[in-house]
């Protein structure tokens, strides 16, 4: 308690500058160790970006340019090969109907991306670090343990892109467990292009975006959707005739589009940036410019997402196997056992995907959206790589070598696909993508909840806290996205129709809500729920500021002298 009243003065009575008050906050940088002495502490901040003056001007093209680069880095994880798979489904299984769902968690995404950002602006300091300093030991490691359970997940199904576009590239030559050995090579392209520079790095980032964006373009084209068909689908939230298919399909947009990983890779990007953080109209200014970048690279993915979906729904939508059957015998597309001579509705993964493409518009169409899957893959597993090493360096406070750190962030994602791919066929690799999305469906409060918690106090955002209005919104926003991605998974549980993995999920359950109880107990705190302050740990001072109540691990030496 003592502690708790003398941390609260200190801080109190710290100094401001321009508005910002300099607490540990504004000034802390990760704790050095003796290895990072010698080498930097995250290879993607061995440089930053200067940024340019432009005095008395509300806006600006070159400061604009100058921070772009993250929000970019960060759409890529709504383009990876899990969303295309999910994009095209949606169109095969409803047309145009759900794309309103689509334009809906994309925008919601923009909002969670946008705490992110500012989070990482205002402290200096990324989510996992973050969460490193504000939650104690046990919690803290079960959240490290969740998180890396998602980033593995995205990394597999990125695996599987990349395995599936060079098998099609190479008309079945290259078998899927080449393919997947062949992504290991994208560890070394990392680091080789890691080593040309920040500038560089985004630049090849924005142009395997470009390579994705001319493949799927030119299949929509090619496609020719009914345009007014597209806008009533994207702009009238109403799903005529839809099923429950539809709406599983629909619940599985949202869980492929807000990826949990991504939260905690946006709030460290933006560190990329020379940002003097104790003046207020700089960090106001780079807050702006960055939501003014995410908003621009999130709707560049919105419309290759759009493309992929028009595709399907013009040319696939209620078509039979039958049909599609019947089409690919009169050309040279292998398709061997892919779709049963039966009136069935023809379903579609990225794979099959390819190959209706090919037998219904040419090989061409084919090689070109294996090509926009490969670009897919290839750049989701390299911020999936940047993910994975800024969540275990500050989660563990841990300061390995480049090589070492990206070389097990990819093993572990290739080792469990590397086996399936040898001792199954495609379509039990594509299948696992279900299971892939069930899983990091339920690590979303793991991201979702403690950057609402942080973003909320102004013990660590100042004057950025959020407002009762963001309070709400994120509120409101998080609950929604949780409770949609709690029923996928109930639904994909209760298709197993084992009652030894429903006891199992039945104790798995209980363990996960309580978890989640207790990240959502600190979080209301945190948003101004007083009456359920209560323990030692939050009873800080007389007047119970509840938004000090996880600063209890605090060194306030670390205060900055000014």
Request: proline share 4%.
């Amino acid at each position: 308690m003592k502690g708790g009243r003398k941390e609260t003065s200190k801080l109190q009575d710290s100094p401001q500058e321009n508005g910002v008050q300099t607490n540990q906050y504004s000034s802390i940088s990760p704790p050095a160790s003796p290895v990072a002495q010698d080498e930097p502490f995250s290879t993607y901040f061995e440089e930053k970006v200067p940024i340019p003056e432009s005095p008395n001007q509300v806006f600006s093209f070159r400061k604009l340019w100058a921070f772009t680069g993250p929000g970019f880095l960060m759409s890529i994880a709504y383009l990876d090969p899990g969303n295309i798979e999910s994009d095209l489904q949606s169109g095969a299984k409803a047309g145009f109907k759900l794309l309103w769902v689509l334009l809906g968690a994309t925008i919601i995404g923009l909002l969670l991306q946008r705490l992110a950002a500012r989070l990482g602006v205002v402290t200096g300091m990324h989510l996992a670090e973050v969460c490193n300093r504000q939650y104690p030991t046990v919690p803290r490691i079960i959240l490290w343990l969740m998180v890396e359970l998602a980033i593995i997940g995205s990394d597999m199904q990125e695996v599987i892109g990349c395995a599936i576009a060079l098998n099609l590239l190479s008309v079945g030559r290259i078998p899927l467990w080449a393919g997947v050995l062949i992504t290991i090579t994208d560890t070394f392209v990392f680091l080789f292009l890691d080593k040309y520079g920040l500038r560089k790095l985004e630049a090849f980032f924005g142009f395997l975006i470009t390579v994705m964006a001319i493949s799927f373009g030119y299949e929509y084209v090619l496609v020719k959707p009914d345009q007014g068909e597209l806008l009533k689908g994207m702009f009238v939230p109403y799903c005529s005739g839809c099923g429950p298919l539809q709406l599983e399909q629909a619940v599985g947009i949202v869980g492929a589009v807000i990826m949990p990983h991504n939260i905690y890779l946006h709030s460290a990007l933006v560190k990329s940036r020379e940002i003097d953080r104790k003046n207020k109209k700089d960090v106001k200014e780079a807050n702006k410019y960055f939501f003014i970048e995410s908003s621009v690279a999130l709707f560049i993915s919105f419309l290759i997402n759009v493309f992929v979906v028009a595709v399907f729904a013009q040319a696939f939508y209620n078509k039979t196997n039958q049909e599609v059957n019947d089409m690919c015998n009169g050309t040279s597309i292998p398709h061997k056992g892919l779709f049963p001579p039966n009136n069935g509705t023809l379903e579609v993964d990225i794979y099959k995907g390819g190959v209706v493409l090919g037998c219904f518009f040419g090989p061409a169409a084919l090689y070109i959206w294996a090509i926009g899957i490969l670009a897919a893959g290839q750049s989701s597993t390299m911020t999936g790589t940047y993910s994975g090493q800024f969540v275990m360096e500050g989660f563990l406070n841990l300061s390995w070598s480049r090589f070492a750190r990206v070389l097990l962030t990819r093993s572990i994602a290739i080792t469990p696909t590397l086996l399936v791919a040898i001792f199954q066929d495609v379509q039990h690799l594509t299948g696992m993508n279900d299971f892939l999305n069930v899983l990091q469906s339920m690590q979303l409060p793991f991201a979702l909840i403690p950057i609402l918690t942080f973003t909320s106090l102004k013990s660590i955002m100042n004057d950025f806290a959020n407002g009762l209005v963001w309070k709400i919104l994120g509120g409101i926003i998080i609950l929604v996205v949780c409770a949609i991605n709690m029923y996928f998974v109930v639904v994909y549980v209760t298709s197993l129709n084992s009652v030894l993995l429903y006891v199992l999920a039945a104790f798995l359950t209980i363990a996960y809500l309580c978890f989640v109880g207790y990240l959502a107990w600190h979080c209301l705190v945190a948003l101004g729920v007083s009456c359920l302050d209560f323990g030692s740990r939050l009873h800080i001072g007389p007047s119970r500021h509840t938004d000090m109540y996880l600063l209890n691990d605090m060194d306030t030496d670390d205060l900055v002298e000014r």
